[in-house]
């Protein structure tokens, strides 16, 4: 179970990266150059397991973050482009195809994050569910140990 979801993690980041080259003709997509760093990483703790959780951890992170910004572009953007101007109407009645298969393919590359993110919790669930792990890499502190003196 584990080997294909880790498989379909890997080929989740690649999906990233072929939506992201299209939806860049139309926006500043991050999320191709960011697809390709995650697939890197990814690919490179498969091989190095002894190093899997670590990565594991900064993917995590990394995405959510990721999520959080593309869900915020995807609502502004949204509400811009179904809004109509008061100049230059024919124009960006024109260019409303694009914004549409921009906004679908960018709803498609979010759905993606999603599950991709979903995998790597389901994988590394002892992991989220200690969060200051997921931060400092450390599961917690031993204060008794502190001697004063």
């Known amino acids: ?57 900064k993917l995590i992170l990394l995405n959510v973050a990721l999520a959080i910004l593309d869900l915020i572009w995807l609502i502004t953007m949204g509400s811009v ?20 298969f921009a906004l679908f393919l960018s709803w498609i590359n979010w759905l993606i994050r999603a599950a991709i993110i979903g995998g790597l919790v389901y994988m590394f669930k002892e992991v989220v569910s200690n969060p200051k792990s997921l931060i400092s890499g450390e599961a917690g502190y031993d204060m008794g140990s502190i001697n004063p003196n």
Request: with cysteine; glycine share 6%.
């Open 1 to 57: 179970m584990e080997e294909k979801l880790s498989s379909g993690i890997e080929y989740g980041f690649l999906g990233m990266a072929v939506i992201s080259s299209f939806t860049c003709l139309v926006r500043t997509d991050f999320n191709f150059a960011f697809s390709l760093l995650c697939y890197y990483l990814w690919h490179n703790a498969n091989v190095k397991q002894d190093d899997k959780e670590n990565i594991g951890k």
């Open 81 to 100: 482009w179904s809004s109509t101007p008061e100049k230059n109407q024919d124009l960006w009645d024109e260019l409303s195809g694009i914004h549409s």
